[in-house]
Nanobody, 127 residues
Framework: QLHLVESGGGLVQPGGSLRLSCAAS????????LGWFRQAPGKEREGVSCINRASGSTNYADSVKGRFTISRDNAKNTVYLEMSTLEPEDTAVYYC????????????????????WGQGTQVTVSS
């Protein structure tokens, strides 16, 4: 059973940066597609960025393109989300998620496509 734990959230001023990490245990992330999602108060959980098994295919929500970067280190069983030029609108609980997938064909970065979820880490962007 895959277990995911996020870390790295916190309070940051607008324009600042944070790096989120998601460490996995119980299975090797090499067989999984991975994603970062977020949920702001009163809003539905939305896809932020997803990455396929070999890191060759990534996608981003329009709202974070050019500011966020997803990456994975299968040797460390960890996925990262580098966030820069943060805006108050980025305030949310951020979740990492995983889906075991044999196919190399990319899938949409949708919450309904993912099975395993972490507990979330709070990111607050405020002055």
């Amino acid at each position: 059973q895959l277990h995911l734990v996020e870390s790295g959230g916190g309070l940051v001023q607008p324009g600042g940066s944070l790096r989120l990490s998601c460490a996995a245990s119980g299975a090797s992330l090499g067989d999984y597609v991975l994603g970062w999602f977020r949920q702001a108060p009163g809003k539905e959980r939305e896809g932020v960025s997803c990455i396929n098994r070999a890191s060759g295919s990534t996608n981003y929500a329009d709202s974070v393109k050019g500011r966020f970067t997803i990456s994975r280190d299968n040797a460390k069983n960890t996925v990262y989300l580098e966030m820069s030029t943060l805006e108050p609108e980025d305030t949310a609980v951020y979740y990492c998620a995983a889906l075991r997938r044999i196919s190399w064909i990319p899938i949409p970065c949708l919450t309904s496509n993912y099975v395993y979820w972490g507990q979330g880490t709070q990111v607050t962007v405020s002055s």
